[in-house]
């Protein structure tokens, strides 16, 4: 069998699986993620006042966890106002957190909370440097995973269950989808991945043709790779609702050779491995809406004005997006 018919038996097994996936077992298996994306999506919607209070008391409860917690931060917050006092004028008032201080000091930072159940070692992938180390519980890795669903339901019509293509893949990611293992997972979650850096200009006209003969919904991959592929496309996707643009700088000119090689709208995501999505564009195209549970941005440097998406939540808009995405990261790098 050819590897375009195996792509072809994998879509049509993907369809099949990942509807009993996502109507049926989700709800059940992934109940975490699942009541996550649920109060994220109505964190979306909700009226300014409601997301500042909202903000407010998860910073209180991260405060009290942190001093109760933590010997690092028992000791660094000993001069900041009680956790129920706080408020969000008071973030200026808290120390930064280094990355070099993290990578030196992680067991004093983290505390017990590394010894709590389903708690795993993570670490990003060093693009920007040294690698760093952390440590994800399982409601951080439920959160974060649902935060990536929102922003995928942020792409017109595309709902979860429909085919994804992934070039994407530090060796962090990649490991989970090769085997036979990886393989029947990644035809119940109906995707298809392509090891980016394992992708050579040679062997881009083969990727285009699975990618084609999988027809997926979305493209989520490097800003980088994906221009490559667009140069590669010789005709746009069918029934393409959008391909998700990350990890790297977006320019004007790589937004219109992609959207017009795969011929469909580009949405920009910036997230970090380190505390997931930052922000994403929405099908309005006017900005990209903050993660608002868990980043409460100077006003100053976002736009609050509704959007035509009916999104509540500000945006980084064009005019100061790549500052503002530096400003906004959770911490100094
Ligand atoms: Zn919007």
């Not at 990942?18 to 059940?28: E, I, Q, W």
């Amino acid at each position: 069998m050819s590897v375009l018919s195996v792509t072809v038996v994998r879509r049509q097994l993907g369809d099949a699986v990942s509807r009993l996936l996502y109507g049926f077992a989700d709800p059940v298996l992934r109940s975490g993620r699942r009541a996550a994306l649920q109060s994220l999506l109505r964190t979306d919607f909700a009226p300014p006042e409601t997301l500042h209070g909202q903000q407010e008391r998860l910073l209180r409860d991260l405060l009290a966890h942190a001093r109760a917690s933590s010997p690092w931060y028992g000791e660094r917050l000993r001069d900041a106002p009680a956790a129920a006092d706080f408020r969000l004028d008071d973030l200026p008032r808290l120390p930064i957190l280094e990355r070099s201080e993290l990578q030196d000091h992680l067991d004093e930072i983290s505390g017990n909370g590394q010894l709590r159940p389903g708690v795993r070692v993570a670490t990003s992938s060093g693009s920007s440097g040294t690698p760093v180390r952390l440590y994800h519980s399982r409601e951080y890795r439920d959160w974060t995973a649902a935060a990536f669903d929102r922003g995928y339901l942020m792409c017109r019509s595309f709902r979860l269950g429909m085919r994804r293509a992934f070039f994407w893949g530090s060796e962090i990611d990649s490991r989970a989808h090769r085997g036979p293992g990886g393989t029947v997972r990644d035809i119940v979650l109906n995707q298809l991945w392509f090891d980016a850096f394992a992708l050579r200009r040679d062997g881009l006209s083969d990727a285009v043709r699975r990618l084609r003969a999988f027809r997926p919904a979305l493209v989520v991959g490097y800003v980088s790779t994906l221009a490559e592929v667009a140069r590669a496309l010789d005709q746009p996707i069918a029934g393409l609702d959008g391909v998700v643009a990350a990890a790297e700088t977006l320019t004007p000119p790589e937004r219109t050779l992609i959207e017009t090689a795969f011929g469909a709208p580009v949405f920009d995501r910036y997230a970090t491995r380190e505390v997931g999505t930052i922000a994403h564009e929405c099908e309005a195209h006017d900005g990209l809406h903050i993660e608002s549970e868990k980043l409460a941005p100077d006003q100053l440097t976002v736009d609050s004005s509704p959007c035509a998406c009916g999104r509540k939540t500000p945006r980084l808009v064009a005019a100061n997006s790549t500052e503002t995405l530096r400003r906004v990261a959770a911490y100094a790098r």
